[in-house]
């Protein structure tokens, strides 16, 4: 039998926080930890054949922790890319970012937007970053926009699900294949809501920062041995 290609992931980043308390270590050493993880896995998403490795790095819902939390958080991105871009690039990795970015603190945003000008004619893994994003937001977004495009006459009333998906953020990807959360919770908060209809699900045990490139292969492994049915009937 065929092995199934597995070509876009999505990954809940979780249990940072969780994961530093129990070393008895601040929470923005977890974060840094966890943004450490992000190298480790991009590379070996690459090497199990995955094309478009989606990560929720930082939720609209995310503004509500501490100011020192959130300002730390807001500098992951500089730390991050000045020690890893040139190897992304070497590699061959496109860095994409989706989300509001322009709520962001200017200099965050702009460590973003040259991370992905930098490496936008790089043809290899697409490592979409989703910082300040929540999926119900860009849904009521796109719903707006599209609202404004028939009212100004330039597109008719009434579209498809493949029209309606060109208002996301998400409009230059695939559906997500796989999505997986790490840290033992059951839920999916806020994220791809629309990009994951038909997604397989995989929660794991592991914090992020203990989700290791074996992990992310069973994840797979065990996606490929499901049987996707899409609403139809298995033979």
């Known amino acids: 039998m065929e092995t199934r290609e597995c070509k876009h992931v999505a990954i809940i980043m979780d249990g940072n926080g969780r994961w530093a308390k129990k070393q008895g270590k601040p929470r923005t050493a977890g974060h840094l930890v966890g943004s450490e993880n992000v190298h480790t896995i991009a590379i070996a998403a690459n090497e199990l054949g995955v094309k478009y490795l989606t990560l929720f790095a930082f ?74 994003y929540g999926s119900q937001r860009e849904l009521v977004l796109a719903a707006n926009q599209y609202a404004k495009d028939v009212k100004e006459g330039k597109r008719e009333l009434g579209i498809n699900e493949e029209e309606f998906s060109q208002y996301l953020m998400t409009k230059d990807f695939p559906p997500v294949d796989l999505l997986i959360r790490t840290s033992g919770e059951l839920r999916i908060s806020n994220f791809l809501l629309w990009q994951i209809a038909y997604a397989e699900l995989c929660f794991v045990k592991e914090s992020w920062p203990e989700f290791t490139p074996e992990i992310l292969k069973k994840c797979i492994e065990n996606y490929q041995q499901r049987d996707r049915r899409f609403g139809g009937v298995s033979e």
């Open 59 to 132: 939720s609209t819902e995310n503004w509500k922790r501490s100011k020192e939390e959130v300002s730390y958080l807001m500098g992951l991105p500089d730390i991050f890319f000045k020690k890893y871009m040139k190897e992304f690039i070497d590699r061959g990795y496109r860095i994409r970012i989706i989300g509001e970015l322009e709520d962001l603190p200017k200099g965050t945003r702009q460590v973003l937007e040259d991370a992905e000008e930098e490496s936008k004619e790089n043809t290899g893994l697409n490592l979409i970053i989703a910082m300040n």
